[in-house]
């Protein structure tokens, strides 16, 4: 969990130059995804971990505090789960983080999230899923980032490298943030 509110602050603190921002468009220190394994190989304590660990990164007074002292202290944030495939249900649209009150209503969405569990481990569909997000939003950053945490290798999908480097030429930074409570 620590490691995953060090992550989650090291993004939001990182100093980037600040973007004008166009008509129509907020300017934001980073767009953050976070997308998080739900395959049928997480289990309850696995799926527990990576949901508290968000959850009490987002709660954190250090994070809210590193997200204010970015150049527009603010960021933009979404996040989905993955198995398979990605659901439309399992998404929580972008939302601007600014305060304790921004962040802590994100981390009670995130929070009120069912436990669900879904056949097959996609890493690349979840990266390509990731990387859509960033189209059209009204966002204006330096650095569109996605965090995607999991417990297995891709079993279902293109090779991840096609997904990969497809994102990573559009300018996303991937982190991975490996789930190794159990083997799979």
Partial sequence: ML?????????????????PSAPNTLAV??????????S????????????AGYVEALRHADFIQAV???????????????AGTVRDDAVIGWQI???????NSFAD????????????????????????LFDGTNFASERSVIDI???????IG????????????KGIVINGLPILIKPS
């Fill in 109 to 132: 969405k995130l929070a009120a999230r069912p436990f669900r569990s879904f056949r097959g481990t996609s890493i690349s569909s979840a990266l390509a899923f990731g990387a859509e």
């Fill in 97 to 103: 983080i600014d305060s304790a009150q921004s962040a």
């Fill in 29 to 38: 220190d980073v767009e953050l995804v976070l997308a998080v394994d739900i």
């Fill in 158 to 169: 293109p090779p991840v490298t096609v997904t990969r480097d497809a994102a990573i030429a």
């Fill in 68 to 82: 204010r002292s970015g150049h527009t202290g603010r960021i933009a944030l979404a996040y989905f789960e993955w």
């Fill in 3 to 19: 490691e995953i509110m060090s992550l989650l602050a090291c993004l939001a603190c990182a100093e980037a130059a600040p973007v």
């Fill in 149 to 155: 945490s999991g417990d297995g290798p891709n079993n």
């Fill in 40 to 51: 049928l190989s997480m289990d309850e304590t696995e799926f527990a971990l990576q949901r």
